[in-house]
T-cell receptor
Framework: DAKTTQPPSMDCAEGRAANLPCNHSTISGNEYVYWYRQIHSQGPQYIIHGLKNNETNEMASLIITEDRKSSTLILPHATLRDTAVYYCIVRPNFGNEKLTFGTGTRLTIIP | GAGVSQSPRYKVAKRGQDVALRCDPISGHVSLFWYQQALGQGPEFLTYFQNEAQLDKSGLPSDRFFAERPEGSVSTLKIQRTQQEDSAVYLC????????????FGQGTRLTVV
């Protein structure tokens, strides 16, 4: 079962920051938070992951609360190409490396 | 560079027909995963290989589903006696060894059983 809760859909104006929330209140100490996105008719694409510190890369920033029970993915300047389903996933740092997807957040960027 | 390649991209099968779906992972990637994605749902795990060893097949929905990776590179997912509920996109992903790694996905094979 997916261990995360995300809103089913969100809209964001083009050029603005898109903030996608995720609750993972049962996360354990050895689990990472991963974010993937899936653009229509494509396979999922890795975005970013983190354990407890905030992370930033060329695609996005990941803010994890101090208690690690929730996180936010930030796309700083959303473009139309960012329209996709975004998946927040918790993944153990040992054993089977599979990803357990939920239903994600469908993000629509509005021109 | 070359990513994960899946073939065919689309497959239409008559109910009862056997199908084979191919995955070419990124060269050097030890781990290989198969997922099934029904329309409007997130991908669901089917099976996992580390090199040629199938370490987890807990997600395979029935004994009609069989996966292999005999030489630790290319993998094939076979579905015997296809049924309409097998209609889905089948995704393959590969990654380097170790849990703290990024998985790269192919574009998937869309299987339609008629």
């Amino acid at each position: 079962d997916a261990k995360t809760t995300q809103p089913p859909s969100m809209d964001c104006a083009e050029g603005r920051a898109a903030n996608l929330p995720c609750n993972h209140s049962t996360i354990s100490g050895n689990e990472y938070v991963y974010w993937y996105r899936q653009i229509h008719s494509q396979g999922p694409q890795y975005i970013i992951h983190g354990l407890k510190n905030n992370e930033t890369n060329e695609m996005a920033s990941l803010i994890i609360t101090e208690d690690r029970k929730s996180s936010t993915l930030i796309l700083p300047h959303a473009t139309l190409r960012d329209t996709a389903v975004y998946y927040c996933i918790v993944r153990p740092n040992f054993g089977n490396e599979k990803l357990t997807f939920g239903t994600g957040t469908r993000l629509t960027i509005i021109p | 560079g070359a990513g994960v390649s899946q073939s065919p991209r689309y497959k239409v099968a008559k109910r009862g027909q056997d199908v084979a779906l191919r995955c070419d992972p990124i060269s050097g990637h030890v781990s290989l995963f198969w997922y099934q994605q029904a329309l409007g749902q997130g991908p669901e795990f089917l099976t996992y290989f580390q090199n040629e060893a199938q370490l987890d097949k807990s997600g395979l929905p029935s004994d009609r589903f069989f996966a292999e990776r005999p030489e630790g590179s290319v993998s094939t997912l076979k579905i015997q006696r296809t049924q309409q509920e097998d209609s889905a996109v089948y995704l393959c992903a590969s990654s380097l060894a170790g849990p703290n790694t990024e998985a790269f996905f192919g574009q998937g094979t869309r299987l339609t059983v008629v």
